[in-house]
């Protein structure tokens, strides 16, 4: 069965400095994998997916088959980046998984 | 275009007490899924459809029923409401299988 693991459920930095929320993953197949954001208040938004290989404001992340991880990185924290985080994991089945989660709070 | 759409917004249920919650979708998506968010656990899926007229469990789905007649709609019938199904609950949809969800707002369930 497939699983997403997110090791942090809080995570606080201060505006400016970098941050790396992990997300670990297995699976027997061929996954897709895609982080998930949600501001407070609003609902689930889709942040980025690892099929596209994009930066999205300010954030990237890279699929590590080797390490089954999928960490989402930012070289620079701003305020407005306070919000969950989700790492999901969608399966050939057309299922899809989700971590339970990190809470970030960037400080000012 | 109104994406997913969830109603209510907020329900309180009285133990035993059975109700739908509500999905709609007018994207054409052919995947939806129904999720459980609790403080600390992330999200759990409960159910999901890959189309019309088909539908499978997922990790959390004692307690619920689902059907898929039409692309729409799928909604979430809870049988006898119990305190544990105190939750948030989300219906999300995909173009695809390999695709990224589109959320609802959420339904605020309090089982009393």
């Known amino acids: 069965a497939q699983r997403v693991t997110q090791p942090e459920k809080l995570l606080s930095v201060f505006k400016g400095a970098p941050v790396e929320l992990k997300c670990n993953y297995s699976?027997?197949?061929?996954?897709?994998l895609f982080w998930y954001v949600q501001y407070s208040r609003q609902r689930l938004q889709l942040l980025l997916r690892h099929i596209s290989r994009e930066s999205i404001k300010g954030f990237t992340a890279d699929l590590n088959k080797g390490e089954t991880s999928f960490h989402l990185k930012k070289p620079f924290a701003q305020e407005e980046d306070s919000a969950m985080y989700y790492c999901a994991l969608n399966t050939n089945a057309g299922k899809s998984t989700f971590g339970d989660g990190t809470t970030l709070t960037v400080k000012p | 275009n109104a994406g997913v759409t969830q109603t209510p917004k907020f329900q309180v249920l009285k133990t035993g007490q059975s109700m739908t919650l509500q999905c709609a979708q007018d994207m054409n998506h052919e995947y939806m899924s129904w999720y459980r968010q609790d403080p600390g656990m992330g999200l759990r899926l409960i159910h999901y459809s890959v189309g019309a007229g088909i539908t499978d469990q997922g990790e959390v789905p004692n307690g619920y029923n689902v059907s898929r007649s039409t692309t729409e709609d799928f909604p979430l019938r809870l049988l006898s409401a119990a305190p544990s199904q105190t939750s948030v609950y989300f219906c999300a949809s995909s173009y695809s299988k390999g695709g990224s969800y589109t959320f609802g707002s959420g339904t605020r369930l309090t089982v009393v």
């Open positions: 699976y027997s197949g061929s996954p897709e």
